[in-house]
């Protein structure tokens, strides 16, 4: 299953499984099979992710068959090239396949610390005059540059995107979201299908401690199926057409994390209805939230 690939506006083949936020668990990913490592400055572990890239490039597996993912901190959204420059550094590579606007906002360049400035109130130094279109435009000079293949963005809500298309030159690849039966984010997915914008779910397991594991449809279709919750979860993405994340440093479970199903209708249709309850009810549940203090127009955080 994790040979399975979308294909993206730019023409490039993207897995439909990917590994998360990595640390030791790179080497251990790719050797498995896992063909995609997410990445980001911010997670302030790209060092280690390029030391299990170059074990995993030693063993055999060649550099083009791995779609390395990186993103430009909200420290970097007016130096993107630079930011790109200091992710390739970390990761050694002289490329990534995609390179993403992580969060679209801008923190104090010239603040009190590299990728987490504070005010001396304690609050996160953010720049609020900043217009998320400008960073957009520096993302679109790095595809010449050779560094990377791709770009996107990251936690783009329908209202953000709606004002960055009319001034893209080039339509981001991926906007990687979190999603999961909890938080559908169905209005970001159709919008994105309409306009050739490939998703990438994030915490689609509804991060560590999930209730999601023993939501009632998600039980149901995992006995009727023989798998656990988790492969329901992971393999809800690929019902919707998007890659899935999934992250764990666990080696059972980076395996087991493979072994994805292909949903029928029904399936789909009791998640659907699992989805459209929580959301009727006012109960969606998004489990990363930053503090930012920032309206990204989220309709579950206005
Ligand atoms: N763009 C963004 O702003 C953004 C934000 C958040 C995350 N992400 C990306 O998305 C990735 C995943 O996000 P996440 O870590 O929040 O959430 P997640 O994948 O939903 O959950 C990870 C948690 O689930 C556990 N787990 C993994 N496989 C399991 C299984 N088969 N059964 C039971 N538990 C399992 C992991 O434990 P163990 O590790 O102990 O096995 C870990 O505690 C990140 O690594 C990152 O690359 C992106």
Sequence with gaps: MATKTFKLNTGQDIPALGLGEVQTAVAHALKSGYRLIDGAYCYGNEEEVGKGLAEAFASG???????????????????????????????????????????????????????????????????????????????????????????????????????????????????????????????????????????????????????????????????????????????????RGSTVLAKSVTPARIEENRKLIDLDADDVKLLKAYSDKLTQEGKLQRFVYPPFGVQFGFPDKL
């Design 61 to 239: 597996i060649k550099r083009e068959d791995v779609f390395v993912v990186s993103k430009v901190w909200a420290t970097y959204t007016t130096r993107c090239e630079l930011g790109l420059q200091k992710s390739l550094e970390k990761l050694g590579l002289d490329y990534v396949d995609l390179f993403l606007v992580h969060w679209p906002l801008l923190m104090n360049p010239e603040g009190n610390d590299d990728r987490f400035p504070k005010l001396p109130n304690g609050e996160r130094d953010i720049i609020h005059s900043h217009n998320h279109v400008d960073t957009w435009k520096q993302m679109e000079k790095l595809v010449a540059t050779g560094k990377t293949k791709a770009i996107g963005v990251s936690n783009y809500s329908k209202r953000y995107l709606e004002e960055l298309l009319p001034h893209a030159t080039i339509i981001p690849a991926v906007n990687q979201i979190e999603n999961h039966p909890a938080l559908p984010q169905q209005e970001i997915v159709d919008l994105c299908n309409e306009k050739g914008i490939h998703i990438m779910a994030y915490s689609p397991l509804g991060s560590t401690g999930s209730p999601m594991f023993t939501a009632e449809p998600v039980v149901t279709i995992a006995e009727k199926h023989g798998v656990k919750p988790a492969a329901v979860l992971l393999s809800y993405h690929l019902a």
